[in-house]
T-cell receptor, first 113, second 115 residues
Framework: AQSVTQLGSHVSVSEGALVLLRCNYS??????LFWYVQYPNQGLQLLLK??????LVKGINGFEAEFKKSETSFHLTKPSAHMSDAAEYFC???????????FGPGTSLSVIP | EPEVTQTPSHQVTQMGQEVILRCVPI?????FYWYRQILGQKVEFLVS????????KSEIFDDQFSVERPDGSNFTLKIRSTKLEDSAMYFC?????????????FGEGSRLTVL
């Protein structure tokens, strides 16, 4: 079975500071990994994904994540937080290109001016 | 840009009533999904659908739930007799399938409130 844990249900950063949202996964097969963002009262938008190949993946809005197999991690980072980054962030894991994804519990990011 | 659309955006119903939530997946996609998010909680998988049949379902997806693709474009989730605990945001998603990079595209969600 696959699962995802996200350390920290709530993270606060100052505007301009580094954003680091942690994600660890469990998977019996090479995983497909995703970060989704959910703005208030909106749907789920894909930030970035890892399927195969380069372990450092870049996404939209300046976010990137690095797949570390030895640590079973897929942490999300952004060098400089912006007020518009305040949202809920979900890490997710899948098994194939068409299988369901399993979501982590989410991390709520607040950006302090 | 192609997108998944869901209707209604918000539905209020009385306990015990039947509800149908509708989704129009991206036109060339082959795999369809429903997820649920109870307020303040995680996004939970309900069911996946491929080739006109359920390919996988979670333990949440009991006999009161059903899915259907009645025509070439719509994908529906029916809740037969709603309970208070069915109040949640329901997300539809679709995926292109094999040979693609495995991204699920989500709709904006349908908020169901059961009174």
């Amino acid at each position: 079975a696959q699962s995802v844990t996200q350390l920290g249900s709530h993270v606060s950063v100052s505007e301009g500071a580094l954003v680091l949202l942690r994600c660890n996964y469990s998977s019996s097969v090479p995983p497909y990994l995703f970060w989704y963002v959910q703005y208030p009262n909106q749907g789920l938008q894909l930030l970035l994904k890892y399927t195969t190949g380069a372990t450092l993946v870049k996404g939209i809005n300046g976010f990137e994540a690095e797949f570390k197999k030895s640590e079973t991690s897929f942490h999300l980072t952004k060098p400089s937080a912006h007020m518009s980054d305040a949202a809920e962030y979900f890490c997710a894991v899948g098994k194939t290109s068409y299988d369901k994804v399993i979501f982590g519990p989410g991390t709520s990011l607040s950006v302090i001016p | 840009e192609p997108e998944v659309t869901q209707t209604p955006s918000h539905q209020v119903t009385q306990m015990g009533q039947e509800v149908i939530l509708r989704c129009v997946p991206i036109s060339n996609h082959l795999y369809f999904y429903w997820y649920r998010q109870i307020l303040g909680q995680k996004v939970e998988f309900l069911v996946s659908f491929y080739n006109n049949e359920i390919s996988e379902k979670s333990e949440i997806f009991d006999d009161q739930f059903s899915v259907e693709r009645p025509d070439g474009s719509n994908f529906t989730l029916k809740i037969r007799s709603t309970k208070l605990e069915d109040s949640a945001m329901y997300f539809c998603a679709s995926s292109a399938g094999t040979g693609h990079t495995g991204e699920l595209f989500f709709g904006e969600g349908s908020r169901l409130t059961v009174l």
